[in-house]
Structure formats: C-alpha cells, structure tokens
C-alpha cells in the first residue's frame, strides 16, 4: 500500500530559477498539507487543501509561492523565482477526514520529503 | 538528512529503560495534542494522539499524558529500543476551525545500546 509519495527528493538550483514539487497523496485521502521544515523554524504549515480545494494558505510565505491541486491524486508546490532561503525539506501529508468517536483530526501521513537547495 | 534545528534537546537513555518526551503547549484552547516521530531523512510519522477532554491514553509501548493545568504534554516510551532512536514532535491543534497542527520544535532521543 503506497504512502504518500513526493518527487524530486532532492534538488538543487540557482537562485531565480523555477522550483516545482510534486505531491501524491494516498489514495482516499481527501486532505493534503503542504509543511515546510527548516532548522530555525521547524515544521510549519503552508497551505492545505480539502477535496482539491485550497482551503487555508496563510502560511505560504509570500507571492512567490504557489500550490495547486488539479485533481484528488496530484498536487504541486511551485516557487518562482527561487531564492537561498527557501532552501528547506517541504514535506507533503494527506488524511482522511475527521471522524469517529476519536474524530477531531484524523492522522497525517507524511511522505518523504523534498530537500531544496537554492544556492 | 538533517531535519530539525543544531539546538535540539537531546534525550540519552540506555536500551530497555523507559523514556519521557516532555513538551510544553501555550495555548489553553488547544484541544487536540499529537506527538509524531521523524527518522532521519524521513518524513514524521504518527505515533499516538489526545484530545483535551482526556488525560491519558495508551498505546503500543507508548503513553501520553496530558495536563492542562499546566499545559504539558508528556510521551513516555517504555522498554525503550535502539529502532526508537529518532527526533519526536509534539503538535497541537490550536485555531478552532482551522484544520492544521502547529508542531513543537521536537526533542532528539537517542537510545545507547
């Protein structure tokens, strides 16, 4: 059973170039989060969607950034023009709903991550 | 690969004794609490979760304690083991309506044989 699967797993580009992440979630799930850790400021939240529709993006850092959603198996986390510090691993998640005696939440399943560099 | 910060809190405990992952919360209308265990070079995975109206619960080797009293959160793994070695996060959900954790800055456990 495939977890959540993110791509590239690592990257490395030059300031001012186009950066696109590509995120699979589990299929069924139809939450997806895009997180970002860093070593100053941790695991933070970008930007999720909830049935391919952006929901809440206040932690997308600025213009620059942008995520889309096209469909309920694709989602991508595009930075233009890139710059050194965005360099970070963005981890993608997915869960179901919430639901069930227990069910305010729901368990996030993380993938891999992708490692940025931006020299 | 390096994930969290050069100033981890860093946890040593010997194989096969217990430990406690502590984690302190600021917002008291938090009511979900999650802690999440991230290998190296990989993504946090799930480990157990409580809401605000418990304050305990139990799991697998695992147990986390919740006092809102003074808004600490506790992981206690038992019988601990080499594969435990990892980086552990609280996280909490803390805006009403807003589906999203916000994650501690995670403490390093690193288990000696």
Redesign the interface.
Known sequence: DAG?IQSPRHEVTEMGQEVTLRCKPISGHD?L?WYR?T??R????LI?F?NNVP??DS?MPEDRFSAKMPNASFSTLKIQPSEPRDSA?Y?C?SSLP?GGA?G??G???????S?LTVL | ??????HLPTLSVQEGDNSIINCAYSNSAS??F?WYKQES??????II?I?SNMDKRQGQRVTVLLNKTVKHLSLQIAATQPGDSAVY?C?E?NEAG?????????TRLQVQP
Do not use: H
């Open positions: 959540v939450y989060f850790q070593m100053m941790g695991l933070e939240l999720y909830n929901i809440d932690g691993v981890f998640a919430p227990y305010l939440y368990e996030l399943f993380f993938g891999e991550g490692r | 690969g390096e994930s969290v910060g050069l009511d979900y999650i070079g990989k993504g946090p995975q799930f979760d809401r996060f996280a959900n807003r589906r999203a954790l916000t994650f501690g800055s995670g």
